[in-house]
T-cell receptor
Framework: EAQVTQNPRYLITVTGKKLTVTCSQN?????MSWYRQDPGLGLRQIYYSMNVEVTDKGDVPEGYKVSRKEKRNFPLILESPSPNQTSLYFC??????????????FGQGTRLTVV | KNQVEQSPQSLIILEGKNCTLQ??????????LRWYKQDTGRGPVSLTIMTFSENTKSNGRYTATLDADTKQSSLHITASQLSDSASYIC??????????FGQGTTLQVKP
């Protein structure tokens, strides 16, 4: 089954404790991205990757890092989490970035709470 | 500034009734417009994708319309069911590939 898998689904952590949220897709997609979703703000892009070893900042990259060493994996790293990073995070992947048929598939989400 | 605005912010309807959700955008240049359904605590799932040359597209009881001249889209839900309770997100893809998300409309269908 084609899917995007995020782990963990829920995470409570303390300020300053490094954490990683994993994302894996089994569709051989080139394009992967991370979003955060906050009430009243919709989804905002954090980082994206056009392909292996190619990453770039989205709209709200501060406080986050990513890596794309393999095509299927795109982990999101919070080196020193702060309470304002408490949010619902989604990973998404698509075959490419352009065209009406480049459907974006979303993971199930990771609810992160930083206390 | 590229923006996507949705209305209403929330909506409550009775089971079996129809409803229409609105989306206005200022994204230019424009590649395509998508409507997603997001159940509580889950990731968005695509309902329809339309290019600028398409005026309407249906997916079961969901019908999306697009007026590229006025930069407006609507999602019409026919004969609503309890399982339609969710957030509906309008997403516009620019020609650069960037996805711009609306804030979503939260629909609640009551029995």
């Amino acid at each position: 089954e084609a899917q995007v898998t995020q782990n963990p689904r829920y995470l409570i952590t303390v300020t300053g404790k490094k954490l990683t949220v994993t994302c894996s897709q089994n569709m051989n997609h080139e394009y992967m991205s991370w979003y955060r979703q906050d009430p009243g703000l919709g989804l905002r892009q954090i980082y994206y990757s056009m392909n292996v070893e190619v990453t770039d900042k989205g709209d709200v990259p501060e406080g986050y890092k990513v890596s794309r060493k393999e095509k299927r994996n795109f982990p999101l790293i919070l080196e020193s989490p702060s309470p304002n990073q408490t949010s619902l995070y989604f990973c998404a992947s698509s075959l490419g970035t352009l065209g009406p048929n480049t459907e974006a598939f979303f993971g199930q989400g990771t609810r992160l709470t930083v206390v | 500034k590229n923006q996507v605005e949705q209305s209403p912010q929330s909506l409550i309807i009775l089971e079996g009734k129809n409803c229409t959700l609105q989306c206005n955008y200022t994204v230019s240049p424009f590649s395509n417009l998508r409507w997603y359904k997001q159940d509580t605590g889950r990731g968005p799932v695509s309902l329809t994708i339309m290019t600028f040359s398409e005026n309407t597209k249906s997916n079961g009881r969901y019908t999306a319309t697009l007026d590229a001249d006025t930069k407006q889209s609507s999602l019409h839900i026919t004969a609503s069911q309890l399982s339609d309770s969710a957030s509906y997100i309008c997403v516009v893809r620019s020609n650069t590939g960037k996805l711009i998300f609306g804030q979503g409309t939260t629909l609640q269908v009551k029995p």
